[in-house]
Structures are given as C-alpha cells and as structure tokens.
C-alpha cells in the first residue's frame, strides 16, 4: 500500500503523530535503564499504548544510534511492530547529502526490502534541493514517502529557510520543488516538515500552504509552545493535511498517562475541546 494511501487514512482519523524520543532523562523518568532493553522496552510501550488511539508515530533515529548496533536492531523492531499494528511510520532521521551517499539513505529507509524500511523518511534539502533527487527516485519506485525540512521550529532556522535566492525565499523553493515532484508521479508522497510555532512567516515568504498537494508534519505543539489557535494561524486551509507532532507532552509523565495524554491532545487539535 503507497504512502499517499497510509497517511490519508491515518490523518482522517486522528491528525496527531506520537514522537517515539527515547530520550535518556525520559527513560529515567520511566525507571528504565539507558540500555537497548530500556529502548526495546519504552518503544513496545509506546506502541502498545498508541495502538488504537494514534495512527501515526515518528522514531527520533539520534536516540537509538546512541546504543550502537543493538539500538538500531530497536529501531528496526519498533518500524515492524507499528507497521503489524496498522500505523503509519515516519522516520526522523533528517538525511541529507548528495550523490550515491544520499541514493544509500533512500535504499536504507524507503525500500521496503531493507532492515530499517520505514513509511517515510524525514530528509534535509539544505545542500541544495538536488539532494532530493536520490528520494525522489526512491519514493516513485516504492510508493513510500519523506518529509522535507522547509520552515522548522527552531529559532535559528530562518537564517537558512528564509534566505533569499534570486528573489525567492529557500523555503519557497523546497515547497516548489516537492510540490513539483508530487504533480510529476501523480501522488501525494512528499511532505513538508513546517513548524506550528512560525507563526505568519509562509505567507510573508509567499507560500501557500493551502495549495501544498501533500502531507504536513509539524513539530512545536504543546512543550514548544504553540497552540491550537497557533496551528490554525500557520496552517489555514492546510490544517487538515497536517500531522502534528507530539513527543514530550506524551511520553515524559510515564507510561500511565499515555492513553490518557493521546486523547486529551487529540481533542485539542480536533477541536473538541474549543
């Protein structure tokens, strides 16, 4: 089943995406040791407590390369489990690089042969948006997906993001280029990574996201600061083609209150609790 199919389904019945951030102070805040068994055991929890509740997830990788071989062999396993349980995977791995370094992270993530095969991968278009075309070529042979960087939640992003080239702002060029690469196969494979907390930055840069023709993924609600009135304000229009992201706000009170921090988010973004 294609990407475009996994994430328009998943969205439509619940558009938060639970980050799986194995961070070393969470799982301390768990009582589990900063192992791979601590990882193997926060990430089955994790799933465990999404399933049927939350239909996308994103694995941060950084966590699990910490351990090495081992954590990667969690990575692997937490990609199958939530695939087995009907959710949509995306990869935070930020890739970015050129040439044949860049077509080895594309065959890594998003050929469904390998290992670490995932629904989608996160990918940096910051060495030029030819960087891309590795994933491009990937994502049209495989039906699977990634989400470029185009307008993030961190402070310093707008020196790169909101520069200009040939009197068009970079991030404008990335939404082009991925838009563009999503009219040329015909599908909506390729997402944006935009963050809730930018507040007018897209319409001052000139881009619509509400013309975007894929997915949104956005980081920034809830321990970064943005609201719900927020994600209306950067969205508009788009709002019902975003996944927004949630990692700390779920998983950093214990695995008790996951379910109940799921539902309680949800609300909010749906709107139940306006």
Wanted: proline share 5%; with cysteine; glycine share 10%.
């Amino acid at each position: 089943m294609s990407f475009a199919h996994l994430w328009q389904s998943a969205i439509a019945r619940n558009p938060l995406c639970v980050g799986i951030d194995p961070a070393p102070a969470t799982l301390e805040a768990w009582g589990l040791e900063d192992t791979p068994e601590g990882l193997a055991s926060f990430g089955t929890t994790m799933l465990e407590q999404c399933h049927m509740e939350a239909w996308c997830v994103k694995p941060q990788v950084a966590f699990f390369e910490r351990h090495g071989a081992a954590g990667i062999a969690v990575l692997e396993s937490v990609h199958r489990i939530a695939q087995d349980l009907g959710m949509v995977v995306i990869t935070d791995a930020k890739r970015g690089d050129i040439g044949s370094t860049m077509d080895g992270y594309a065959d890594a993530y998003l050929n469904p042969s390998r290992p670490l095969a995932t629904d989608a991968l996160t990918v940096s278009p910051y060495l030029g948006t030819d960087s891309l075309n590795s994933v491009f070529k990937a994502a049209e042979k495989y039906g699977t997906g990634f989400f470029a960087l185009a307008l993030t939640s961190n402070p310093s992003g707008p020196q790169v993001q909101h520069a200009q080239n040939a009197g068009t702002a970079v991030a404008a060029q990335v939404v082009e280029t991925v838009y563009n690469f999503n009219e040329s196969v015909g599908a909506p494979l390729g997402g944006l990574v935009v963050g809730a907390t930018i507040g007018d930055a897209a319409r001052k840069l000139g881009i619509d996201l509400g013309a975007f023709n894929g997915p949104i993924l956005s980081p920034g609600y809830g321990a970064q600061g943005a609201t719900v009135e927020d994600l209306h304000t950067v969205f508009g229009r788009a709002f019902d083609k975003v996944f927004v992201n949630v990692s700390r706000g779920i998983s950093n009170s214990g695995p008790q209150k996951i379910k109940h921090h799921i539902r309680t988010i949800s609300s909010e973004i749906r709107g139940d609790a306006l």
